[in-house]
Nanobody, 123 residues
Framework: EVQLVESGGGLVQAGGSLRLACVAS????????IAWFRRAPGKEREGVAA???????NYSDSVKGRFTVSRDSTKNTVHLEMNSLKSEDTAVYYC?????????????????WGQGTQVTVSS
């Protein structure tokens, strides 16, 4: 059974930082691109950052320079380091895994999804 479990969300003041983690099980981790998506109230789901299975990274313009995605293959974990947080970063953050080939710059919806973790940034 494939499982993705996110953690690390919470309440933080604007300008602060949070580090999210996505732990995968039931998959051959190195064969999957892991992406972070978010959904804010009243808005569509948005791709935020991704760490591809070939080791490249991809960021949306809204988070570029503030967020960093990294992979620890020894722990089947992908982290999302979020700095200089803004109120508009408030959302439920989901990680998603796909074994399909992802074109550069594309956030492909995953074959598997986590349950999400809430990030709230107070201004």
């Amino acid at each position: 059974e494939v499982q993705l479990v996110e953690s690390g969300g919470g309440l933080v003041q604007a300008g602060g930082s949070l580090r999210l983690a996505c732990v995968a099980s039931g998959v051959t981790f190195r064969e999957y691109t892991i992406a972070w998506f978010r959904r804010a109230p009243g808005k569509e789901r948005e791709g935020v950052a991704a760490h591809t299975r070939i080791g490249t990274t991809n960021y949306s313009d809204s988070v570029k320079g503030r967020f960093t995605v990294s992979r620890d293959s020894t722990k089947n974990t992908v982290h999302l380091e979020m700095n200089s947080l803004k109120s508009e970063d408030t959302a439920v953050y989901y990680c998603a895994a796909t074994g399909l080939t992802v074109p550069p710059g594309v956030f492909m919806p995953g074959q598997y999804w986590g349950q999400g973790t809430q990030v709230t940034v107070s201004s």
